[in-house]
């Protein structure tokens, strides 16, 4: 279905016909983590109705920036520091404005608003928060106000709506919540998936736990790793990601004993391979926004256990009706469902499902109609 019948289906405003009307996107870079990987999925749904998607970062850097370059258009900032983003977003946007601005992420959806304001910049202005933000009052103050300036404010679960809007000081709704798109995964191809057949050493199926995630302390892998050392010495546990935490992640195997149960791949552009070679996925996380591995994990029928961590795995797994949660930090509950789901599977087709559920397609649509929707009042949809 495309972008535009989703609109339809869903009883929201369509937009007029706007082919060639140009969405900027606004992100500090394309290093591989969700929010990034969202934004390269958006703009390949935004191509698809027939808009003009553009990166504007304020570095050209990432493991993903070669699947954008040369396929959408790029404005690098040139900042290093977010205090200087605000005046070169300024000049941008008064000298080659987009007709409508998707910001991703904290701290650019508060400089965002405030640069629209100084530019006299007249598109819309959508900004998506991923994940909490620290409980200050002087980032609460920045959100009240943000959120008043004539912008439309999202979160990509219900719950970090929910949560956004009260700190932000406004009504439940203010802040509309709208789920990750999850592209589709790669087809096989059989050297993708010899290699990763290879990566697992000679592990047996019915022993291969997978984790896909960045490596930093948010999503507590040595919490993971507690878990992994309860379980048999015949199963492996493959973390496919890089990040600033991996020293740690390493220390912490040695510590437990696990080196040579452990296998790291570090980042991969293609982790379908990964999900498709495994038997079970597991997500440690103390935080998460939304949490788009797990619908990645559904998506190839994988049996999953999640931590029942704010704010994103229990609406994903709808409380537990699509994989098993377990409490944050439990390195023995995390254990233990681990191996009943390895136990006991489960029909992959609900799963599946489940993950067709967040697709781009439907993203896309909400977002389109968010973007361009004449408002009803400044700063609300």
Same mark, same amino acid.
């Given at each position: 279905m495309t972008a535009q019948a989703c609109i339809a289906d869903s009883g929201l405003p369509v937009p007029a016909a706007v082919t060639g009307r140009r969405i900027g996107i606004l992100l500090p870079d394309l290093r591989a983590g969700g929010a990034e990987?969202?934004? !390269?999925? /958006? $703009?390949?749904?935004?191509?698809?109705?027939?808009?003009?998607?553009?990166? !504007?970062? /304020? $570095?050209?850097q990432g493991e993903f920036l070669p699947e954008v370059e040369g396929r959408f258009a790029i404005t690098v900032l040139a900042v290093r520091r977010y205090r200087q983003a605000l005046f070169a977003l300024v000049r941008h946007l008064r000298r080659?404005?987009?007709?409508?601005?998707?910001?991703?992420?904290?701290?650019?959806?508060m400089i965002a608003p405030v640069a629209a304001l100084l530019a006299g910049y007249r598109g819309r202005v959508v900004v998506a928060e991923h994940g909490s933000i620290p409980h200050r009052r002087r980032f609460d103050a920045a959100l009240a106000l943000g959120y008043r300036l004539r912008v439309t404010a999202v979160a990509v679960s219900g719950g970090l709506a929910a949560e956004f809007a009260r700190r932000a000081r406004l009504p439940v709704g203010r802040v509309h919540a709208v789920a990750n798109p999850i592209s589709r995964l790669s087809p096989p191809t059989a050297s993708a998936e010899a290699r990763a057949e290879a990566a697992w050493r000679g592990t047996p199926r019915g022993a291969r736990i997978l984790s896909v995630a960045r490596l930093t302390e948010a999503k507590d892998l040595p919490m993971l790793l507690r878990a992994f050392a309860r379980m048999p010495d015949r199963f492996r546990l493959m973390i496919v990601g890089s990040g600033e935490a991996e020293p740690h992640v390493r220390a912490e195997a040695e510590r437990l004993g696990l080196s040579d149960r452990l296998i790291l791949t570090g980042f991969q552009p293609d982790p379908a391979p990964f999900y498709r070679s495994a038997d079970v996925f597991a997500l440690s996380s103390c935080a998460e926004g939304f949490g788009n591995?797990?619908?990645?994990?559904?998506?190839?029928?994988?049996?999953?256990?999640?931590?029942?961590?704010?704010?994103?795995?229990?609406?994903?797994?709808?409380?537990?009706?699509?994989?098993?949660?377990?409490?944050?930090?439990?390195?023995?509950?995390?254990?233990?469902?681990?191996?009943?789901a390895l136990a006991e599977p489960g029909d992959p087709a609900p799963r599946k499902a489940r993950a067709a559920y967040y697709s781009v397609e439907a993203a896309t649509a909400r977002y389109l109609a968010l973007l361009f929707a004449p408002a009803k009042r400044a700063g609300q949809v």
């Open positions: 990987r969202v934004s !390269i999925s /958006l $703009a390949k749904g935004f191509a698809a109705a027939g808009y003009r998607p553009e990166f !504007i970062m /304020l $570095a050209a080659d404005p987009p007709d409508a601005l998707l910001v991703q992420m904290w701290p650019l959806s591995v797990l619908v990645e994990a559904l998506s190839c029928g994988l049996p999953v256990v999640a931590t029942d961590c704010p704010f994103g795995p229990a609406e994903i797994l709808a409380g537990g009706r699509y994989g098993r949660l377990v409490p944050v930090g439990d390195d023995a509950a995390m254990a233990q469902a681990l191996m009943a």
